[in-house]
């Protein structure tokens, strides 16, 4: 894993990304993660799809990820997660990760997800974590690198080519819609 420093919008520093798309980088294709909330407990968490960008996401042209295979429909069909809920989606108490918000980072040669995790009765939020991987199908576990009561982590590359999509070395991390930490990668993966 990374080595990541965090820093706060004056002098903290710690060590150590509803859904988010990425353009495939060699191909020319969309990437979206999305929730699957139905089904038994081990088909839950958060899965992933794709699409060639020049179909726009067009019923019948998105094709979700399905136990190693790219060819189930995008509305209707099974999912593999990739992000799998620990517990159900329903109460009393739900833990699982969700909303990943997807980046791929130059510095690292990765891709890089900042989680939500809800944790607790009332989908109580346990904090932002981050996962890396290679291929955006195979993650590391994700590890909480922020303790916030928000939703939604956003990133946005701070190099001459940063995006939502696109980071390198540093990036600014919004949670929430509001940034106050800087995210700097300290070693490549």
Request: proline share 7%; charged share 15%; glycine share 12%.
């Given at each position: 894993?990374?080595?990541?420093?965090?820093?706060?919008?004056?002098?903290?520093?710690?060590?150590?990304?509803?859904?988010?798309?990425?353009?495939?980088?060699?191909?020319?294709?969309?990437?979206?993660?999305?929730?699957?909330?139905?089904?038994?407990?081990?088909?839950?968490?958060?899965?992933?799809?794709?699409?060639r960008?020049?179909d726009?996401?067009?019923?019948?042209?998105?094709?979700?990820?399905?136990?190693?295979?790219?060819d189930?429909?995008?509305?209707?069909?099974?999912?593999?997660?990739?992000?799998p809920?620990?517990?159900?989606w329903?109460?009393?108490?739900?833990?699982?990760?969700?909303?990943?918000?997807?980046?791929?980072?130059?510095?690292?040669?990765?891709?890089?997800?900042?989680?939500?995790?809800?944790?607790?009765?009332?989908?109580?939020?346990?904090?932002?974590?981050i996962?890396?991987?290679k291929?955006?199908?195979?993650?590391?576990?994700?590890?909480?690198?922020l303790?916030?009561?928000?939703?939604?982590?956003?990133?946005?590359?701070?190099?001459?080519?940063?995006?939502?999509?696109?980071?390198?070395?540093?990036?600014?991390?919004?949670?929430?819609?509001?940034?106050?930490?800087?995210?700097?990668f300290?070693?490549?993966?």
């Open positions: 894993m990374p080595s990541i420093a965090t820093t706060r919008m004056a002098t903290s520093w710690a060590e150590k990304v509803t859904s988010a798309s990425l353009s495939g980088r060699k191909r020319r294709t969309s990437t979206s993660y999305s929730p699957l909330i139905a089904g038994p407990s081990p088909s839950k968490g958060s899965g992933i799809a794709r699409g960008i020049e726009k996401g067009q019923p019948g042209t998105v094709f979700k990820y399905y136990r190693g295979q790219w189930r429909p995008g509305l209707t069909g099974k999912s593999t997660p990739l992000f809920a620990i517990t159900g329903k109460g009393p108490y739900v833990k699982a990760f969700w909303g990943p918000s997807v980046h791929w980072n130059s510095f690292l040669k990765a891709y890089v997800a900042l989680l939500n995790q809800a944790h607790g009765e009332n989908w109580t939020q346990g904090g932002i974590y996962s890396f991987s291929d955006l199908l195979n993650w590391t576990t994700p590890e909480r690198i303790t916030s009561n928000d939703w939604y982590p956003q990133v946005l590359g701070l190099g001459p080519t940063g995006t939502d999509s696109v980071a390198d070395k540093y990036l600014r991390l919004y949670v929430g819609g509001v940034s106050t930490t800087v995210l700097e300290l070693t490549p993966g």
